[in-house]
T-cell receptor, first 113, second 114 residues
Framework: GENVEQHPSTLSVQEGDSAVIKCTYS??????FPWYKQELGKRPQLIID?????GEKKDQRIAVTLNKTAKHFSLHITETQPEDSAVYFC????????????FGAGTQVVVTP | DVKVTQSSRYLVKRTGEKVFLECVQD?????MFWYRQDPGLGLRLIYF???????EKGDIPEGYSVSREKKERFSLILESASTNQTSMYLC?????????????FGQGTRLTVV
């Protein structure tokens, strides 16, 4: 089955700097890659996703890149703000999985003012 | 606005008890999931269901069962609770789609087994 690895496990950045989280996946059939943000005490929520026919997607300060050949994808947050502090999860799924998502272990991002 | 609601926010149960965790979604989603969240391990899939009365094992089904008698409701059952089942349990739902779709999560149930 699919295996998703996520790095780093913790990331501390100064406000205004950029943050990058990287994930690798094992199943070449995976074709949908969402990123979820979970604030303390709250439910995970989708912040951005990318499909395998696209190499990059951007939404304001966040962007995701996908390298299908290398089987890795990354989340980029620019101009970080204190409200970006949260745990971020990457995930992967494929067409035949009924929407079943395989998650990475998560990255705790701390943005210090 | 999609709503996924879990019946309890916090639960404390004794070892050996049968435990029911309930999840209801109001968006007519076909897919429903139960995940377990532990620090450093991310979200691990316990069971999922893609239709009423249909269920499939996830990555860690041992010690759990599920029930989906109605489309909007998906129940997780711990047949005989053990201390290693102390965890945060998250329910999620998504619309059926061949290209992958967003999963909407409930608020979570923090289960402690003593």
């Amino acid at each position: 089955g699919e295996n998703v690895e996520q790095h780093p496990s913790t990331l501390s950045v100064q406000e205004g700097d950029s943050a990058v989280i990287k994930c690798t996946y094992s199943d070449s059939a995976s074709n949908y890659f969402p990123w979820y943000k979970q604030e303390l005490g709250k439910r995970p929520q989708l912040i951005i996703d990318i499909r395998s026919n696209v190499g990059e997607k951007k939404d304001q300060r966040i962007a995701v890149t996908l390298n299908k050949t290398a089987k890795h994808f990354s989340l980029h947050i620019t101009e970080t703000q204190p409200e970006d502090s949260a745990v971020y999860f990457c995930a992967a799924s494929n067409t035949d999985s009924w929407g079943k998502l395989q998650f990475g272990a998560g990255t705790q991002v701390v943005v210090t003012p | 606005d999609v709503k996924v609601t879990q019946s309890s926010r916090y639960l404390v149960k004794r070892t050996g008890e049968k435990v029911f965790l309930e999840c209801v979604q109001d968006m007519d989603h076909e897919n429903m999931f139960w995940y377990r969240q532990d620090p450093g391990l991310g979200l691990r899939l316990i069971y999922f269901s893609y239709d009423v009365k249909m269920k499939e094992k996830g990555d860690i089904p041992e010690g759990y069962s599920v029930s989906r008698e109605k489309k909007e409701r998906f129940s997780l059952i711990l047949e005989s609770a053990s201390t290693n089942q102390t965890s945060m349990y998250l329910c999620a739902s998504s619309v059926s789609g061949h290209r992958g779709t967003e999963a909407f999560f409930g608020q979570g149930t923090r289960l402690t087994v003593v």
